[in-house]
């Protein structure tokens, strides 16, 4: 909100009496109100915009008839998913075109609880990129699982009602919305009281318990895998969030459901997005693109990803090229491929040709450092002793992160204990809790995954992120996963009790340190050698796979430190088919 005195000098600026401080000359831009491209000048003032139309300014900067777009929002984002920090999302996004994002921290709060949370808050403030982040409704995610925290209606109380907070994030747990769940309910009274808005997340959700959930004032979803799905949610009043990321991609499903008549109520995100996706396909400058592939106009695709998302989340200060608005401008080439050559954020020169400009400070990570507390870790706790050889498996299935449920006849040694058998692709899979010293592993028996040596051990486990392992032997799993708590979380590659291939990930287990391209290298590196030296399949991502092999919420069978899960009748289950 500007003071008094700067509004004062906003009007004169946009009643022509004063000269702006910047004037962007000869633009197109397009206007998201009307479905036009206007041909005008820019007029800026304490990074806001005081007008469109002829202006003089201190500063004039010709365009010749660049394009110009609102800042983007991705309306969905989990900032710990691109492995990095707040601090580095911000210089792998804005040069995309991306202003603003509505993250949700809930794989860190998992971790840390309201520290975690700070942590992401005072390292927001040390990027251009203005990340506003609601709180996790979900932690831990299920009661199936140990997490490193619990956040209770009591104990978010106080940040809901910081300005800091946006509002409610998305709530997972749609049958305890559904049935009146007590503890739910004070979730959900909590954000109401404060005026906050909530997010959804309800696949395959209709009919009466639609209805239950949207009049509980829940207000987007995200997990739509049809039209018909999408159609029916936007006829309840929801905003439906059309998701391109690096593990699950709905957008190109559910464009077709976009029409005249509901594009008011569409926006996009990306969910998860890794800097391999990032460099190689951009971020919502690739939704946009798409989006226009698939026929929308782009007109509505540049809505969809500015004044929707901005008046879905009360942003009343974006959305638009317009008078009064926040200086976030994205400057693309043209309104089919969508190429960024220069973005402004709050009327500054933020990025040109893929640059991220403002030198990278950043905020002290030592709060959200040294998370792997594991007890009496050995290769005794891999051992899988087995009454029969006729095994359930945890089934990968290609191209998603839903698994079937599957059986097998395997191997058992003299003391009935599992026996690896390089002609069946059936492996250990192991998770060990990382929290709070429970002492706790579960281990179960994956199929799909390819691997034909060693081992592959990560601290990135949705949603509670205990330690995930698998294998061909318990000495190399063992190796890993001792190696991993030595180096506080992040990716380890061993085979033969030597390491292949690491990356230490110190903000919570879950991000590096590093910059964007340094990540992206060694996760490339990791990946390389997961497939050449260790065997994983070559149509399976060795990393994002394992990431939810323990998320005991996406049917069909999971694994938590607690057992192995059956996700469609909501037990745990023995191994023994």
Same mark, same amino acid.
């Given at each position: 909100m500007p003071e008094e005195k700067n509004l004062k000098k906003l009007i004169d600026i946009a009643a022509g009496r004063q000269k702006a401080e910047l004037v962007l000359r000869n633009c197109r831009i397009v206007d998201v109100y009307s479905a036009k491209l206007l041909c005008a000048d820019i007029a800026i003032s304490d990074g806001m915009i005081a007008g469109i139309g002829s202006y003089k300014g201190l500063d004039e900067k010709e365009m010749d008839g660049a394009i110009v777009l609102p800042g983007l929002i991705d309306s969905h984002i989990h900032i710990e998913s691109s492995c990095v920090s707040p601090e580095e999302i911000g210089a792998?996004?804005?040069?995309?075109?991306?202003?603003?994002?509505?993250?949700?921290?809930?794989?860190?709060?998992?971790?840390?609880?309201l520290t975690g949370l700070e942590y992401m808050l005072k390292a927001a403030e040390k990027t251009k990129l203005d990340i506003k982040y609601v709180m996790p409704s979900c932690v831990p995610a299920?009661?199936?699982?140990?997490?490193?925290?619990?956040?209770?209606?009591?104990?978010?109380a106080e940040a809901m009602a910081s300005k800091r907070i946006l509002g409610l994030g998305e709530f997972m747990n749609f049958p305890g919305v559904i049935n009146n769940d007590k503890a739910v309910l004070a979730?959900?009274?909590?954000?109401?009281?404060?005026?906050?808005?909530?997010?959804?997340?309800?696949?395959?959700?209709?009919?009466?318990?639609?209805?239950?959930?949207?009049?509980?004032?829940?207000?987007?979803?995200?997990?739509?895998?049809?039209?018909?799905?999408?159609?029916?949610?936007?006829?309840?009043?929801?905003?439906?969030?059309?998701?391109?990321?690096?593990?699950?991609?709905?957008?190109?499903?559910?464009?077709?459901?976009?029409?005249?008549?509901?594009?008011?109520?569409?926006?996009?995100?990306?969910?998860?997005?890794?800097?391999?996706?990032?460099?190689?396909?951009?971020?919502?400058?690739?939704?946009?693109?798409?989006?226009?592939?698939a026929g929308l106009s782009p007109f509505t695709a540049v809505r969809m990803a500015s004044l929707n998302a901005a008046e879905c989340y009360g942003l009343s200060d974006r959305g638009a090229v317009a008078p009064g608005k926040r200086a976030d401008l994205t400057i693309v080439d043209d309104l089919e491929h969508f190429n960024v050559s220069q973005v402004y954020i709050g009327g500054i020169l933020t990025a040109v040709n893929g640059k991220y400009l403002p030198k990278i400070e950043k905020y002290p990570i030592d709060s959200v450092a040294g998370s792997c507390h594991v007890k009496d870790f050995s290769a005794q706790k891999l051992?899988?002793?087995?009454?029969?050889?006729?095994?359930?498996?945890?089934?990968?299935?290609?191209?998603?992160?839903?698994?079937?449920?599957?059986?097998?006849?395997?191997?058992?040694?003299?003391?009935?204990?599992?026996?690896?058998?390089?002609?069946? !692709?059936?492996?250990?899979?192991? #998770?060990? /809790? $990382?929290?709070?010293?429970?002492?706790?592993? &579960?281990?179960?028996? @994956?199929?799909n995954y390819g691997i034909k040596q060693g081992a592959i051990a990560i601290s990135i486990a949705h949603d509670s992120h205990n330690i995930i392992v698998v294998g061909t032997n318990d000495t190399d799993m063992e190796y890993a996963v001792k190696k991993l708590i030595g180096q506080q979380g992040g990716m380890l590659l061993a085979c033969g009790q030597k390491t292949l291939a690491a990356m230490a990930m110190p903000i919570a287990g879950i991000?590096? !340190?590093?910059?964007?391209?340094? #990540?992206? /290298? $060694?996760?490339?590196?990791?990946?390389?050698? &997961?497939?050449?030296? @260790?065997?994983?399949?070559?149509?399976?991502?060795?990393?994002?796979?394992?990431?939810?092999?323990?998320?005991?919420?996406?049917?069909?069978?999971?694994?938590?430190?607690?057992?192995?899960?059956?996700?469609?009748?909501?037990?745990?289950?023995?191994?023994?088919?």
């Open positions: 792998l996004l804005v040069p995309h075109g991306t202003s603003t994002i509505i993250a949700d921290p809930h794989e860190i709060v998992n971790v840390c609880g299920t009661p199936f699982e140990h997490a490193g925290a619990e956040i209770t209606a009591a104990v978010m979730k959900l009274m909590t954000a109401k009281q404060n005026g906050k808005i909530i997010d959804g997340h309800a696949p395959g959700l209709s009919g009466y318990g639609l209805n239950a959930y949207v009049a509980a004032g829940i207000s987007t979803d995200h997990e739509c895998s049809t039209v018909e799905e999408m159609q029916q949610k936007i006829e309840r009043g929801m905003y439906i969030m059309l998701r391109s990321g690096s593990a699950c991609n709905d957008l190109q499903k559910l464009v077709k459901g976009v029409r005249s008549d509901n594009e008011r109520r569409c926006l996009l995100c990306s969910d998860d997005r890794q800097p391999k996706t990032i460099f190689a396909k951009g971020h919502l400058e690739d939704h946009l693109r798409r989006c226009v592939q051992i899988l002793h087995l009454r029969s050889n006729y095994v359930k498996t945890i089934d990968i299935l290609p191209g998603g992160v839903v698994t079937a449920k599957g059986t097998a006849k395997v191997n058992l040694d003299k003391n009935g204990n599992f026996l690896y058998s390089p002609a069946l !692709d059936v492996v250990k899979i192991a #998770v060990i /809790e $990382r929290h709070k010293n429970t002492g706790n592993a &579960a281990v179960a028996l @994956l199929r991000m590096s !340190d590093k910059d964007g391209e340094w #990540v992206n /290298e $060694r996760l490339t590196q990791i990946h390389e050698i &997961a497939h050449k030296k @260790l065997g994983v399949s070559n149509d399976v991502d060795p990393i994002m796979t394992l990431c939810f092999m323990s998320l005991p919420v996406i049917p069909e069978l999971k694994l938590t430190d607690m057992g192995l899960f059956d996700v469609t009748k909501f037990a745990f289950t023995s191994v023994e088919a």
